[in-house]
């Protein structure tokens, strides 16, 4: 089983996916990780890394083969990142969203970043992708069409979303 969590930066997407994975057995790929390993190995910051993604789609193109690639041999997964929902063949599909004073205290809060520069920094990345990813593939973040659940996580805590989303699976078990 493939199961997809989407959603804009400090939606709650890798907290999600992790916890599902372990909680199932399943293999968790983040492409929220394999992102910042690519701007950690060039030495700059994410937000450069953003800029320089813009500009060159190989990064992208890199980011969506190696999470197909992994998925695949890994045939029960739950893969987080923005275009997850879109690029994977999944069996379910999950958008997390939030608003983004939400999204920026959250990720304040575990980047260890003064509430005003995150926010800057969250809103500035947000933009840059929903830019790349229309360029690029032609693809409008904001359309959730092709989710099967949307979850707005403002109002749940984590351990309720993963109860949401973990009963969805157990239903298509």
């Not at 969590?5 to 599902?20: H, L, Q, R, Y």
């Not at 394999?34 to 700059?44: N, Q, S």
């Not at 409008?140 to 993963?162: C, H, M, Q, S």
Request: proline share 2%.
């Amino acid at each position: 089983m493939i199961v997809t969590i989407g959603g804009p930066i400090g939606s709650g997407k890798t907290t999600v996916a992790k916890t599902i994975a372990e909680k199932f057995g399943f293999t968790h790929i983040s492409a929220g990780v394999v992102f910042r390993e690519l701007a950690h190995d060039k030495g700059i910051t994410l937000e450069q890394f953003s800029k320089l993604a813009e500009e060159n789609p190989k990064y992208d193109r890199e980011l969506d083969a190696r999470q197909i690639e992994l998925a695949k041999a890994a045939k029960n997964a739950v893969i987080d990142g923005r275009l997850s929902g879109i690029i994977m063949d999944a069996d379910l599909k999950v958008w997390l969203k939030a608003p983004l004073e939400v999204r920026a205290k959250r990720a304040s809060e575990r980047d260890g970043k003064d509430y005003s520069i995150a926010l800057e920094d969250v809103r500035v990345r947000g933009d840059s992708e929903l830019k790349r990813y229309r360029e690029i593939y032609g693809i409008d973040l904001r359309d959730l069409k092709p989710y099967d659940i949307v979850i707005n996580t403002e109002l749940f805590n984590a351990e309720e979303v993963i109860e949401i989303v973990e009963k969805a699976i157990s239903c298509m078990r």
